[in-house]
């Protein structure tokens, strides 16, 4: 009996185990968190991100593509315009600018490296494109910056200029710089203003250099005018007045060099 009762007591202790250890036949679903794009990231701060650089092409950017080399013409469009840039943001213009002036320097580069082996330089109109392209670039920049200005301060934001008189007693319009010492009281500025025999002998050549420049444009002008109407007596007169503003084309009409070999100058 008392064995029996052992086994017993063995039996029960082995089945409380059993029951303990006892593994359940549902599965068991681990929840794994989901990171969206829109999330902060969870990346450690001592972990490098991944990024890529530009090409580097060293000197070679400076030349023109190989297969344009010993080309007779290449294909290239038109210049970029105003209003194709004044829809275009900020930083586009900022790229689109050191894309032209990269360009630029290619061409010019290519340009004499023809002169200097005596070759031609395929469609040298490429230059004046993109010249005209960062012109037009830049004015919608200054529209740009003059536009903003004058909403916020009422002024264009450009530096003031005027009308100076130079060493040489000439005037010009320069652009005002700021200085350390106003120009009323620099004392080199009341010594050196136009002054001295000099200056004034120089001055005088210079007006009487301006006068027979003008006076020789205006003969030009008044000589071309009396060979069209010697040519042409039926032209229309204002068309004619239109495009040479400088001379009087009716007062022109009748003097003796307009009349040709017509025969309504005749009478």
């Known amino acids: ?7 017993r007591t063995l039996f029960s202790t ?8 006892h593994v359940s036949r549902t599965p068991v679903v681990t929840t794994v968190p989901t990171i969206s794009v829109f ?14 650089s530009t090409n580097l092409h060293n000197l070679s950017e400076f030349f023109d593509d190989k297969k344009n080399w010993g080309e007779q013409e290449v294909k290239v469009g038109r210049s970029w315009k105003k209003d194709e840039l004044r829809i275009k943001s900020n930083d586009d213009l900022h790229k689109l600018w050191f894309v032209l002036l990269k360009e630029r320097n290619m061409l010019l580069t290519m340009e004499h490296d023809a002169k200097q082996e005596y070759r031609l330089f395929p469609n040298p109109e490429r230059i004046d494109k993109v010249e005209d392209s ?13 536009a903003y200005w ?12 005027g009308v100076i008189t130079d060493e040489l007693g000439i005037r010009r319009r320069r652009r005002f710089c700021q200085y350390f010492i106003p120009s009323w009281m620099h004392h080199q500025k009341k010594e050196t203003v136009h002054r001295g025999a000099a200056i004034c002998k120089f001055q005088r050549l210079m007006r009487e250099k301006n006068f027979l420049t003008k006076r020789r444009y205006y003969r030009r002008v008044r000589g071309h005018v009396y060979m069209l109407w010697r040519r042409f007596p039926n032209m229309n007169v204002e068309a004619l007045q239109r495009q040479y503003p400088e001379v009087d084309v009716r007062l022109l ?13 005749e009478a």
Request: charged content about 25%.
């Open 150 to 161: 004058m909403l916020e301060t009422g002024e264009t934001g450009e530096r003031p200029t």
């Open 253 to 265: 009409q009748k003097h003796k060099k307009a009349r040709g070999h017509h025969l309504q100058n």
């Open 1 to 7: 009996m008392a064995g029996l009762r052992q086994t």
């Open 39 to 52: 999330q902060p990231s969870r990346v450690g701060k001592y972990t490098v991100g991944i990024h890529t």
């Open 14 to 21: 082995l089945t409380t185990t059993l029951s303990k250890l």
């Open 134 to 146: 960062m012109k037009n670039l830049e004015d919608v920049v200054v529209e740009r910056n003059r």
